[in-house]
């Protein structure tokens, strides 16, 4: 069954506004991928994505070291602290 011209016209305009955004898509991919590698020395996602759980993991093995360090010093001056 033949389309007619003004769908055919409508289809086409609209790929053609596909195509632009498409290409604006893989700019702005580009763009962020650029500021990756120069940012965190990350040359695909899936690197980044690592590099993300690794700092996460840290983070947290911060802060379970920083309450065991606090509740080491609060142990040793709770006399000190509750006086205060």
């Known amino acids: 069954m033949p389309i007619s011209a003004k769908k ?3 289809l086409q305009q609209r790929y053609e506004r596909l195509k632009i955004r498409s290409a604006e898509a893989q700019g702005e991919l580009n763009s ?9 020395a990350c040359s695909s ?5 690592e590099l993300l759980e690794s700092l996460i993991e840290k983070a947290a093995s911060s802060e379970e070291d920083f309450e065991t360090a606090w509740d080491d010093f609060q142990k040793k001056w709770k006399e000190v602290l509750d006086a205060a």
Request: charged share 45%; aromatic share 12%.
């Open 8 to 10: 055919f016209i409508e």
């Open 45 to 49: 996602v899936e690197e980044a994505d």
């Open 32 to 40: 962020l991928l650029k500021q990756l590698d120069e940012e965190y």
